[in-house]
């Protein structure tokens, strides 16, 4: 069975600095897939960025970036010079491999300060 | 550009009553799914539809059923409402499973549903 992990409490972050969050997951298959995505008080969900388990470098997009540690099997999600749109909830996600099913984590809340 | 569009925004029950969530994607995505969201839970998916013509449970179908009637449509059926149905539910769509995919699920704007 696939598990997601994330424990972080609410964070602060200044505007403009960058704040890291952390996705733990566990898996059998070699072969999977991990997304982040955004939702803000609004309520829908966005995707950011997403990392292949096969995949040699880290993802990018933008201003956010994925510290993929395969052996500790986890995903972080770095977002670089916090803007104060980025205040919202942000999960974790796995595909594993054979379906396209996403298991999420709980979700880390961000709050961008000015 | 509609993407995933779910009716209604908003809806109240009463217990015991039925209801059908409606969700339609515009992407000619293959697959559909069903989530809920609860208060420090994440998103858990309740069905999901592989391809047209298929339904699978996810990991909490108990008091839902599901449709697809064709491949733009996904419907969510709850038919005797509980208090413990009391969440948001979100519709997705994505493209058909394959190896090395790296293409997102979309989730249309979700329906709040409240079950007194």
């Known amino acids: 069975a696939q598990k997601i992990t994330q424990t972080q409490p609410g964070m602060f972050v200044q505007e403009k600095e960058a704040v890291t969050l952390d996705c733990t997951y566990d898996?059998?298959?070699?072969?999977?897939?991990l997304f982040w995505y955004k939702q803000p008080s609004s309520g829908e969900m966005i995707f950011l960025i997403y990392?292949?388990?096969?995949?040699?470098q880290n993802a990018t997009e933008g201003r956010y970036s994925l510290n993929f540690q395969k052996a500790r099997k986890s995903a972080n999600l770095v977002i670089s010079a916090s803007q104060l749109g980025d205040s919202a909830m942000y999960f974790c996600?796995?595909?594993?491999?054979?379906?396209?099913?996403?298991?999420f984590g709980k979700g880390n809340q961000v709050v961008v300060i000015p | 550009n509609a993407g995933v569009t779910q009716t209604p925004k908003f809806q109240v029950l009463k217990t015991g009553q039925s209801m059908t969530l409606q969700c339609a994607q515009d992407?000619?995505?293959?697959?559909m799914y069903w989530y809920r969201q609860d208060p420090g839970m994440g998103l858990r998916l309740i069905y999901y539809?592989?391809?047209?013509?298929?339904?699978d449970k996810g990991e909490v179908p108990n008091g839902y059923n599901v449709s697809r009637l064709n491949k733009r449509e996904f419907s969510l059926r709850l038919e005797s409402a509980a208090p413990s149905q009391t969440s948001v539910y979100f519709c997705?769509?994505?493209?058909?499973?394959?190896?090395?995919?790296?293409?997102?699920?979309?989730f249309g704007d979700g329906t709040r549903l409240s079950i007194l």
């Open positions: 997705a769509s994505s493209e058909g499973w394959s190896p090395y995919s790296n293409q997102p699920q979309h």
């Open positions: 898996t059998s298959d070699p072969s999977y897939g």
């Open positions: 990392q292949g388990s096969y995949d040699q």
């Open positions: 996600a796995m595909r594993a491999a054979g379906n396209n099913r996403l298991a």
């Open positions: 992407m000619n995505h293959n697959s």
């Open positions: 539809s592989a391809s047209e013509g298929t339904t």
